[in-house]
């Protein structure tokens, strides 16, 4: 059966690294990247200035780039890494307390910026010990190569992202030729296992990572792993080689992987190698399912004191913002099952409706919302006190990027396209979240690019040849999440953020009625 634990929070979190690494007389604390962007609400307001903070006072010591780095610019993403107040983006930095810049060290081996030089370094040396039991431990970092489907385009303008096997390959040859006896990878891609998630399990594992792993120079010794939000512990099977341990500590600071390389330094190699995913027991909550308590079956760590207090400061200037009445939901709207579900639920459809409603000056007929794109459900109120309240701390944590809407338009068979691109076989699928209105039909039994069977606009059956005002959040209008057809869209029109259309839609009337209707239906 399952078990389910209280588990994460920052301050927490924190204990738990540090009870890890007590344990061990050499150690690093590494991470696979996106340390920061859709983020709590009391970080991301202030520009993950707390987050990096956390961060600092864990005592991380190299970070990989992951794709919500580059989120705020790359830009931004400098001034994360060494500091200042530099306002690079549309809200205010350092409004808290002046910010020093992240004590650990991004990297970034993929990543190359117009002048041919990757942004961050590509790698890093670590040595531990003295004399002849001198070790020395090469880190590469680096993110997915497919960073650039996954940002919007304007954020990352002159910046490269390459084949993530060939730049640890080249990172290994010179870490050997530096003296590193150990190769630790930290790669932002990973896998999913099937059945029910076990964190310290591997069954059945697939995923964008394991044609990398099966380049990689067999001198890679570890890889820790993120991206999919899943937690595991692997060996990829080398031909010739000893297994290669690969790793991931899943989503939302809920786990802590315990990793041991053991290395001989006359040997001049690691000899053995183990993990173990620890998870951050924390506090007892009631969810949604009801209470979870706290359980003896795994320890418990008590919150540090010194990163719960730099939390306070945070959480107590957001408090006034976050806590602001914007207007009342008749109910929770929420997407699929979890946050990683292909399809938008009722919140996809209220965000679309939101969307059109703010672009109608435009001429849009129809608004499509990435479910991907939607961060968090949004559940009103219901204390008893003002029932159905929903705050403008809720909102943004469903839609934290502040992407502006742009208006296109498409032809008939372009809308049918890029839902199409939607429910092909390249990638994980999305169901484009449509605005009232407008439905579509599929049949995922037919061929890909064959799979949308019926697209309707107030009830009439959308014409190929003709011309229609589409509504999509910029990301989408660039590209993004591979809807490459999007960005062919004419006649571009830009609108507010898709933040502020959510507001103001909630705001608009005294209470919006969740959408109850289904708008994207198989067939049948």
């Not at 002849?132 to 970092?141: E, F, L, Y």
């Not at 890889?223 to 991931?248: D, I, Q």
């Not at 979870?292 to 010194?306: Q, S």
């Not at 606009?457 to 993004?480: E, I």
């Given at each position: 059966?399952?078990?389910?634990?209280?588990?994460?929070?920052a301050?927490?979190?924190?204990?738990?690294?540090?009870?890890?690494?007590?344990?061990?007389?050499?150690?690093?604390?590494?991470?696979?990247?996106?340390?920061?962007?859709?983020?709590?609400?009391?970080?991301?307001?202030?520009?993950?200035?707390?987050?990096?903070?956390?961060?600092?006072?864990i005592?991380?010591?190299?970070?990989a780039?992951?794709?919500?780095?580059?989120?705020?610019g790359?830009?931004?993403?400098?001034?994360?890494?060494?500091?200042?107040?530099?306002?690079?983006t549309?809200a205010?930095?350092?409004?808290?307390?002046?910010?020093?810049?992240?004590?650990?060290?991004?990297?970034?081996?993929n990543?190359?910026?117009?002048?041919?030089?990757?942004?961050?370094?590509?790698?890093?040396?670590?040595?531990?010990g003295?004399?002849?039991?001198?070790?020395?431990?090469?880190?590469?970092?680096?993110?997915l190569?497919?960073?650039?489907d996954?940002?919007s385009?304007?954020?990352i303008?002159?910046?490269?992202?390459?084949?993530?096997?060939?730049?640890?390959?080249?990172?290994v040859?010179s870490?050997?030729?530096?003296?590193?006896?150990?190769?630790?990878?930290?790669?932002?891609?990973?896998?999913?296992?099937?059945g029910?998630?076990?964190p310290?399990?591997c069954?059945?594992?697939?995923?964008?990572?394991?044609?990398?792993?099966?380049?990689?120079?067999?001198?890679?010794?570890?890889?820790?792993?993120?991206?999919?939000?899943?937690?595991y512990?692997?060996?990829?099977?080398?031909n010739g080689?000893?297994?290669?341990?690969?790793?991931?500590?899943?989503?939302?600071?809920?786990?802590?992987?315990?990793?041991?390389?053991?290395?001989?330094?006359?040997?001049?190699?690691?000899?053995?190698s183990?993990?173990?995913?620890?998870?951050?027991?924390?506090?007892?909550?009631?969810?949604?399912?009801?209470?979870?308590?706290?359980?003896?079956?795994?320890?418990?760590?008590?919150?540090?004191?010194?990163?719960?207090?730099?939390?306070?400061?945070?959480?107590?200037?957001?408090?006034?913002?976050?806590?602001?009445?914007?207007?009342h939901?008749?109910?929770?709207?929420?997407?699929?099952?979890?946050?990683?579900?292909?399809t938008?639920?009722?919140l996809?459809?209220?965000?679309?409706?939101?969307?059109?409603?703010?672009?109608?000056?435009?001429?849009?007929?129809?608004?499509l919302?990435?479910?991907?794109?939607?961060?968090?459900?949004?559940?009103?109120s219901?204390?008893?006190?003002?029932?159905?309240?929903?705050?403008?701390?809720?909102?943004?944590?469903?839609?934290?990027f502040?992407?502006?809407?742009?208006t296109?338009?498409?032809s008939?068979?372009e809308?049918?396209?890029v839902?199409?691109?939607?429910?092909?076989?390249?990638?994980?699928k999305?169901w484009?979240?449509?605005?009232?209105?407008?439905?579509?039909?599929?049949?995922?039994?037919?061929?890909?690019?064959?799979?949308?069977?019926?697209?309707?606009?107030?009830?009439?059956?959308t014409?190929?040849?003709?011309?229609?005002?589409?509504?999509?959040?910029?990301?989408?209008?660039?590209?993004?999440?591979?809807?490459?057809?999007?960005?062919?869209?004419?006649d571009?029109?830009?609108?507010?953020?898709?933040?502020?259309?959510?507001?103001?839609?909630?705001?608009?009337?005294?209470l919006?009625?969740?959408?109850?209707?289904?708008?994207e239906?198989?067939?049948?």
């Amino acid at each position: 059966g399952t078990l389910a634990v209280p588990a994460g929070g920052a301050a927490w979190l924190a204990s738990a690294v540090r009870q890890v690494r007590a344990a061990h007389r050499y150690h690093l604390t590494v991470s696979a990247g996106d340390l920061t962007s859709a983020s709590q609400f009391a970080s991301s307001i202030y520009l993950d200035e707390p987050a990096v903070g956390v961060a600092n006072r864990i005592g991380i010591d190299f970070n990989a780039v992951g794709n919500h780095e580059f989120d705020r610019g790359s830009g931004e993403l400098q001034r994360l890494q060494h500091g200042g107040c530099a306002k690079l983006t549309s809200a205010e930095p350092c409004r808290i307390e002046p910010f020093p810049g992240a004590r650990f060290r991004y990297l970034a081996a993929n990543v190359f910026g117009p002048d041919g030089q990757t942004i961050f370094p590509a790698t890093a040396l670590r040595s531990f010990g003295h004399g002849r039991r001198k070790v020395t431990v090469g880190v590469i970092g680096l993110t997915l190569r497919g960073t650039s489907d996954l940002v919007s385009p304007d954020r990352i303008a002159g910046l490269r992202f390459t084949d993530e096997a060939d730049a640890i390959n080249a990172g290994v040859t010179s870490l050997k030729a530096q003296g590193a006896l150990a190769v630790v990878v930290l790669i932002h891609q990973g896998i999913r296992t099937g059945g029910v998630q076990d964190p310290n399990g591997c069954d059945k594992p697939t995923g964008d990572l394991q044609p990398v792993l099966a380049r990689l120079d067999p001198r890679v010794d570890l890889v820790v792993s993120g991206h999919t939000h899943w937690a595991y512990v692997c060996e990829f099977a080398r031909n010739g080689e000893g297994p290669l341990l690969f790793t991931s500590a899943g989503l939302y600071g809920k786990l802590v992987t315990d990793i041991t390389l053991s290395i001989d330094p006359v040997q001049g190699r690691v000899v053995s190698s183990k993990a173990h995913n620890v998870i951050v027991q924390s506090e007892a909550y009631t969810g949604a399912s009801g209470p979870v308590a706290l359980t003896d079956a795994y320890p418990r760590f008590e919150p540090a004191p010194d990163v719960a207090q730099f939390i306070a400061r945070y959480v107590a200037g957001a408090k006034a913002s976050a806590a602001q009445v914007i207007g009342h939901l008749s109910g929770p709207a929420t997407k699929g099952a979890n946050a990683e579900s292909p399809t938008g639920g009722a919140l996809g459809h209220l965000i679309a409706d939101a969307q059109l409603a703010a672009t109608r000056s435009a001429g849009a007929q129809v608004a499509l919302m990435n479910p991907f794109g939607i961060r968090a459900p949004l559940v009103p109120s219901a204390d008893g006190q003002n029932d159905g309240a929903v705050t403008f701390g809720n909102v943004f944590q469903v839609q934290p990027f502040a992407n502006r809407l742009t208006t296109l338009s498409l032809s008939g068979a372009e809308l049918k396209a890029v839902l199409e691109q939607g429910l092909d076989d390249t990638g994980p699928k999305q169901w484009l979240s449509p605005s009232g209105g407008f439905a579509y039909r599929y049949d995922m039994a037919r061929a890909p690019g064959d799979r949308i069977v019926a697209m309707a606009l107030d009830g009439a059956a959308t014409d190929p040849a003709k011309r229609y005002r589409v509504t999509v959040n910029n990301f989408l209008a660039q590209g993004g999440d591979g809807f490459s057809v999007f960005a062919k869209g004419a006649d571009a029109a830009l609108g507010m953020t898709d933040l502020q259309a959510l507001e103001a839609w909630i705001k608009v009337v005294p209470l919006r009625t969740v959408p109850g209707e289904k708008r994207e239906q198989p067939a049948g």
